[in-house]
């Protein structure tokens, strides 16, 4: 079973790594890091670089795609070798997902036509824009497409996938091995939960980040 | 604010990654990657790199020490360039942390004598060895000394140093940055949660890597 996990330029280290830690525990599963070319490639603020092991020619068939988000996204929104790869890809996956603006681009590519899928609360409604039924859940499936909300999301995501790929006891085993037995420090992982000035804030961070003015 | 992360050969991805999500968002704040030597080092599966950006030299004097854990954590427990810096840079380090057995490090370096600590449940009790009081907590802080149970935990710790740096509005604005309201598929995170036969494949795993037998 190989698991790709597609990142590039600027994206978003969490969306990557939780599911990483979750697939790599699979028994018998691969996970190969995948890109358009092979080497670092660094996160959105730069201080973090992961290896890109595998270029797309090198993967053509994965089992499972994981696509990744993060600002970078926005770089991998017209068709493009990131877009024709995961249309290929796509073609023989047993399952297409992604991570927070992850999903941006597979609707981008075309992939999530008429299904329900998640994004980044943020990002959320775009992709309405791309022919995808916005959908407020953590994760969302829809056939052989499972979509994460932000960041984080990837890690529910990757459990549940792991029960749907060997069983319960697996999926279970690998929970315990990553001690996943979360207790945020405050009730503010959601902008239904967040205490409202919180949002504000984030809300704010994101109007600046599309506005540019300092 | 300096951020060090240590890393090494094999260690768990997720232990380093967690926080470094959490703490790269943190306003006037820089997080670099540090170890032995520049270059990457892989996880224990071998399957995903990270890049050493700083040596152990270009680093002496971080505000914040974050100690990923991870079965490479085995090859740092004696004397050696590793605890060297660990005891050099604590001396004046506004917090020393960690995640994971890279909790064992911390304490074989003597940095934890004394001190109530927590590590991966697995590896708990070995803490005692090194002087360390353990304790069944997922964040445990002594004084300036916190540590994080296993892997996934150190997002936990990273959010509520957030707080104590900076204040409690940028702890939960970066907790709905990354949208962790996590929602785990099953109750499995914990050995006091987990369903008794998935603890025993997860410690028969464990006794498994020890023998060393296939």
Chains 1, 2 share one sequence.
Request: glycine residues 10%.
């Amino acid at each position: 079973m190989q698991f790709a996990i597609v990142v590039f330029d600027r994206f978003t280290a969490l969306d990557a790594v939780g599911p990483y830690e979750v697939l790599s525990r699979v028994p018998g599963g691969e996970v190969v890091f995948v890109g358009e070319r092979e080497g670092p490639v660094r996160t959105e603020v730069g201080s973090l670089a992961l290896t890109v092991d595998a270029t797309f020619t090198d993967v053509p068939h994965p089992d499972v795609i994981v696509v990744a988000g993060g600002p970078g996204q926005n770089d991998h929104m017209s068709d493009g070798p990131m877009h024709r790869w995961l249309r290929r890809a796509d073609a023989t996956s047993t399952w297409t997902t992604s991570v927070c603006t992850g999903s941006l681009i597979l609707a981008a590519a075309g992939l999530l036509a008429g299904r329900r899928a998640t994004s980044h609360w943020l990002s959320l409604e775009l992709l309405a824009e791309f022919g995808a039924v916005p959908t407020e859940e953590r994760v969302v499936t829809d056939g052989k497409y499972v979509t994460a909300a932000g960041v984080s999301a990837g890690i529910d995501m990757a459990i549940g996938l792991v029960a749907a790929i060997t069983d319960a006891t697996v999926a279970q085993a690998v929970q315990l091995g990553i001690e996943y037995d979360p207790r945020p420090p405050f009730v503010a992982g959601s902008p239904r939960t967040a205490p409202p000035e919180v949002v504000a804030v984030v809300r704010g961070l994101r109007d600046f980040i599309r506005t540019g003015e300092r």
